[in-house]
């Protein structure tokens, strides 16, 4: 323990450091979905990922932030296109500026581009992030053409359709959101889709195994952690033989934001112990980072009140292909063509 005061992304005082060693799984772990935002952040999310094991980073960086951070960390890194949201209110950033840039991410040999269609995404252009629009299947296109595959992010925790998502007439209902999914997956079926988040259901594990098992060129990644502890944990048996049976179709991911003003030890190292511990061991306690939706659904409960962490303790062949495996055959199996 250490003597710190706790913090929203250690509520528990933990030692990150001495923490890291406890674990059971030693092999290589991929973090297929990051957000690794400098080089100066850069260096303290390294140094944490190092201490959790984990030796690749695909990460959602901007254009600008590709060759920096190649320059200083080699091939550490690997690369998902994404649009410029800094400039999210200029005209075209999620149109003719984003396929021009999807073009310069191939030229830098950028292998993955992001979808992202969260239902949010209507507050910034209701018809630009909608995911199978005209100008989205352009886009995709656009990208198959150049041999990237895709990433994709559909639907948000069912916390939030119960409140920043009260508004069915505006935002849908959640089941909604499936649907565009269901058909670019079969128009776009040549190539494979990652869905973040658990593809946006942690909470349903048999939507899910439906998806996959109609979906061949589906796959999921488990990031997001305060939202994957929360909900996989209410159902910890029941994911663990959902990742049993799915071997080679999970992928392991943080969705840790590494910038400029999100530079904290404790923050990157909570989502690698709240991680491993889900996937790794029986351990069965609080979160020890503040989890906003529990008291954003109940206002009764305090404003850091953490999630109940209940462990899957995967098996060890599980574990390494949702450490490890998966993503090597997936991200860059895809990436080496």
Not at 174 to 182: A, F, G, I, N, V
């Amino acid at each position: 323990m250490s003597t710190n005061t706790p913090n929203p992304a250690n509520q528990l005082d933990l030692d990150y450091r001495e923490q890291a060693r406890r674990f059971r799984w030693s092999g290589p772990i991929f973090d297929a979905h990051s957000h690794i935002n400098t080089v100066e952040a850069a260096e303290l999310y390294v140094e944490v990922a190092e201490l959790y094991g984990v030796k690749k980073t695909w990460t959602m960086s901007q254009l600008e932030q590709v060759d920096p951070l190649r320059e200083r960390f080699g091939d550490r890194f690997e690369f998902i296109a994404v649009p410029n949201y800094a400039a999210k209110d200029e005209p075209g950033t999620f149109t003719t500026d984003w396929r021009r840039r999807i073009e310069r991410f191939a030229e830098k040999g950028v292998k993955v581009c992001k979808l992202w269609a969260a239902p949010r995404g209507l507050d910034l252009d209701p018809e630009a992030m909608k995911l199978d629009t005209p100008e989205r299947r352009e886009q995709m296109r656009l990208a198959r053409s150049l041999g990237m595959m895709f990433m994709t992010h559909v639907a948000d925790p069912d916390t939030w359709f119960a409140t920043h998502y009260a508004d069915a007439s505006r935002y849908g209902r959640k089941q909604d959101h499936y649907e565009p999914l269901k058909r670019v997956l079969d128009d776009f079926g040549d190539v494979p889709w990652i869905a973040a988040h658990m593809a946006g259901s942690p909470e349903n594990l048999p939507l899910l195994q439906q998806l996959l098992d109609t979906y061949e060129n589906l796959y999921f990644d488990t990031s997001a952690t305060k939202w994957m502890v929360r909900e996989l944990s209410k159902h910890a048996d029941a994911f663990a033989d959902f990742a049993r049976r799915n071997r080679g179709r999970l992928l392991f991911g943080s969705d840790i934001v590494a910038s400029a003003d999100n530079r904290d030890f404790d923050l990157y190292a909570s989502r690698y112990w709240a991680l491993r511990t889900l996937m790794e061991t029986d351990y069965v306690g609080r979160s020890p980072i503040v989890d906003p939706d529990l008291s954003l659904v109940d206002p009764s409960l305090p404003a850091e009140s953490t999630a109940k962490l209940r462990g899957a303790n995967l098996d060890d062949a599980t574990l390494r292909s949702l450490y490890h495996d998966a993503a090597d055959a997936v991200l860059n199996g895809w990436a080496r063509r």
